[in-house]
């Protein structure tokens, strides 16, 4: 029989009354995907990306097309201002 000075919980998840308490939704639903001994999707994606070098040469690609778009944008701003402008009078 319990009273206000015993503990509701005996330390492992029990209560007194024999249920066990209850994980939240989202760790139940990972401990029901995931396998024991199966790795983390972080080991798995760095396994993914690190495994071989042609992988590692396959990140440069994306790359290489971001600084191909910036170079271009850069080749259409003048190097010079304009010698006359409408605004300014001519000068």
């Known amino acids: 029989m319990s009273n206000e000075r015993t503990a509701l ?13 209850q994980l939240p939704f989202a760790h139940r ?14 080991a ?19 790359l290489s097309v971001c600084l ?3 170079l271009r944008l850069l ?3 003048p190097e010079q201002p304009l010698t006359s402008c409408y605004l300014c009078g001519g000068r």
């Open 9 to 21: 919980l005996n330390g492992e998840g029990e209560t007194l009354n024999g249920h066990t308490e």
């Open 75 to 77: 080749q259409t701003i």
């Open 68 to 70: 191909l778009y910036a």
């Open 44 to 62: 798995s994606f760095k396994h993914f990306l690190f495994g071989s070098w042609l992988n590692i040469l396959l990140v440069f690609i994306p």
């Open 29 to 42: 639903i990972l401990d029901v995907m995931k396998a024991e001994g199966e790795p983390s999707w972080a």
